[in-house]
């Protein structure tokens, strides 16, 4: 192979790269470009995350306030329940007393 073939040959083989670089970047260009259709559907659906995040946001405060009323809430039936089982307990004393009472002053008279 003499110089002249060897420059040819060169030539072609860098010709030839340069044409497989330039297809490829068409390609990728061509397979990745966002059209306006496309960006606008992007946007729909960019909006659309939006108003689920803040839904989300929404509902999750209204779940903590509805916890902490019913938390509220059960703090102070327990209150009651308590109240309530003592003022029994209470009554029940007082009816054992009275009971009682009740047979002595029999027995007695």
């Given at each position: ?5 060897f420059?040819?040959?060169t030539?072609?083989?860098l ?5 497989l670089g330039?297809?490829?970047?068409w ?5 990745t470009?966002v059209t306006?259709s496309?960006?606008?559907e ?20 209204y ?5 902490a009323?019913?938390t ?37 008279g």
């Amino acid at each position: 192979m003499n110089r002249t073939e060897f420059i040819v040959v060169t030539a072609i083989i860098l010709f030839v790269a340069f044409l497989l670089g330039w297809f490829s970047c068409w390609l990728v260009l061509r397979l990745t470009r966002v059209t306006q259709s496309e960006m606008g559907e992007l946007d729909k659906m960019a909006q659309s995350l939006h108003e689920a995040e803040e839904s989300r946001d929404e509902a999750i405060t209204y779940l903590q306030q509805r916890e902490a009323e019913l938390t509220n809430q059960l703090s102070q039936t327990e209150a009651e329940l308590r109240a309530a089982m003592d003022g029994l307990r209470a009554a029940r004393a007082e009816a054992e007393e009275l009971h009682g009472y009740i047979e002595r002053q029999n027995a007695t008279g």
